[in-house]
């Protein structure tokens, strides 16, 4: 079946940090990718979304590249802020013409960013 | 943006009790879920429903549990009864649409099972 995985359960940075979070996908077909922040006593709301191979996703200094060559959508920003503190999950969604799809996650990756 | 709206935020029952947690959806969307997730760990997915009928449950979805949405009102997740391993936060979500439509999340219950 699908999935997705995300191999840094946590990751520590200073203010102005380069950021890279790892993600890895599994699927039969070409998926929609999607990266979800969840900030503490939150639900996930989408950060950003490809549905296209080889494009990018970009939003608010975030940036993923659809990479179907290493089934990859690596999760970058140029320098962070003590506000991009969350925890951020990888997804995608396996689109079947005929099903209903749904959501799959990875397991997530808890930022810390300090002063 | 659009907003889930969950209620209550947080529920505290007696195990074997049963439960209903709430869920006020999106106005204009059509397709509804169900996600687990235990002490801010990976979500897992429960349960989608779509025109009264549920499309699609994981292995989590248990006998136990059940949704509906009677008349348009709120999407409901019942557990009866409740377990001890049941005790998580439950989020709702719906979407538009099918594929690579965005779903968007209520803030969750947390239910604590005791």
């Known amino acids: 079946g699908d999935s997705v995985t995300q191999k840094q359960g946590q990751v520590t940075l200073s203010e102005d940090d380069f950021l890279f979070i790892n993600c890895t996908y599994s699927?039969?077909?070409?998926?929609?990718l999607f990266w979800y922040v969840q900030y503490p006593g939150q639900g996930p709301q989408l950060l950003l979304k490809?549905?296209?191979?080889?494009n990018k996703g970009i939003s608010r200094g975030f940036e993923a590249t659809y990479d179907k060559g290493t089934t990859s959508f690596h999760l970058q920003k140029a320098s962070v802020q003590e506000s991009d503190s969350a925890v951020y999950f990888c997804?995608?969604?396996?689109?079947?013409?005929?099903?209903?799809?749904?959501?799959?996650f990875g397991q997530g990756t808890s930022l810390s960013v300090v002063p | 943006g659009p907003k889930v709206l969950q209620i209550p935020s947080h529920q505290i029952i007696d195990m074997g009790q049963m439960v209903t947690l709430n869920c006020d959806p999106v106005?204009?969307?059509?397709?509804f879920y169900w996600y687990k997730q235990i002490l801010g760990q990976q979500m897992e997915f429960l349960v989608n429903?779509?025109?009264?009928?549920?499309?699609?449950k994981s292995k989590l979805f248990k006998d136990q549990f059940s949704v509906e949405r009677p008349d348009g009102s709120y999407f409901t997740l019942k557990i009866q009864p409740t377990a001890l391993e049941d005790s998580a936060v439950y989020f709702c979500?719906?979407?538009?649409?099918?594929?690579?439509?965005?779903?968007?999340f209520g803030a969750g219950t947390r239910l604590s099972v005791l």
């Open positions: 699927t039969t077909t070409y998926p929609t």
């Open positions: 997804a995608l969604v396996h689109i079947a013409s005929s099903s209903f799809s749904k959501l799959v």
């Open positions: 490809v549905t296209t191979a080889n």
């Open positions: 979500a719906s979407s538009p649409g099918l594929g690579g439509n965005t779903l968007y």
């Open positions: 429903f779509y025109n009264g009928k549920v499309m699609e």
């Open positions: 106005s204009n969307h059509l397709y």
